[in-house]
């Protein structure tokens, strides 16, 4: 079974950016292959990547809820082929965007179909990243394998801190079995105050580490240059190696 690593945060932590982080860090160190899944309903991960999408899970159970199926063809069929059109794939890892949520009417039949793929395409990964927004319900509808680890992402706000702390009492009450949870504080200026380090106690999830505020990091994003061409010398960078070598065995 792979190993799954799902990011949560609240918006403008740099959630996303330490999602593109963590891959590069996988295929730094040859755990490879890595499937990322972009699970946030404004999916932006492939330009973290550098990678161009052309579809989405979203698009494929749409088109099968509409009954936009070729004669001939079963939906099975037709899903499976689908979803692997949606598939963009890289170097050391592949990406799968899950598009936007459901609309109105029911998308049980689509949805298990998606789960079946899921679950059979995941199996050919060793690490899995999925990259999420605040709320965890899209992993807990459309996937039924086991979190390994959460990483709820946040910046030195309190609001950022109280969101990771929303996440991570979310993902307890869901059923996405998650094993280990933790907490990357993000963009910091200087080390988090004895005031934060009571809150994070209190919360009951371990602090994995800082990343700090980088001005090359700034410029890649404003310039949209892909973060994960950053050098490996860059000091946030170095810091979320740093944490994932000790997070991940």
Do not use: W
């Amino acid at each position: 079974m792979p190993f799954s690593i799902a990011l949560a945060g609240k918006g403008g932590t740099g959630k996303t950016t330490i999602a593109g982080m963590l891959i590069k860090y996988l295929e730094a160190k040859g755990k490879t292959p890595v499937l990322a899944v972009d699970a946030d309903s404004n999916p932006n991960l492939n330009e973290v990547l550098g990678l161009e999408v052309t579809d989405t899970l979203g698009n494929a159970r749409e088109e099968m809820k509409k009954g936009v199926v070729p004669g001939g063809m079963t939906k099975d069929v037709f899903m499976s082929m689908k979803l692997e059109q949606a598939i963009v794939e890289a170097g050391g890892y592949d990406l799968i965007v899950m598009g936007q949520p459901e609309g109105s009417g029911c998308y049980c039949a689509a949805n298990t179909l998606l789960t079946g793929f899921l679950e059979r395409l995941t199996g050919n990964y060793p690490y899995v990243v999925m990259d999420n927004e605040a709320g965890m319900e899209h992993i807990s509808r459309l996937t039924t394998r086991d979190v390994d680890m959460l990483l709820a992402v946040s910046d030195t706000s309190r609001r950022g801190l109280q969101a990771a702390f929303r996440i991570n009492q979310l993902a307890r009450d869901l059923n996405i079995g998650v094993e280990k949870s933790y907490l990357i504080i993000n963009q910091v200026k200087e080390q988090p105050s004895d005031t934060v380090l009571q809150m994070v106690e209190k919360e009951g999830i371990e602090l994995a580490g800082t990343i700090p505020e980088d001005d090359v990091l700034y410029e890649f994003d404003l310039n949209g240059r892909p973060t994960m061409e950053m050098p490996e010398d860059n000091g946030a960078i170095q810091a979320a190696f740093e944490i994932f070598s000790r997070i991940i065995a």
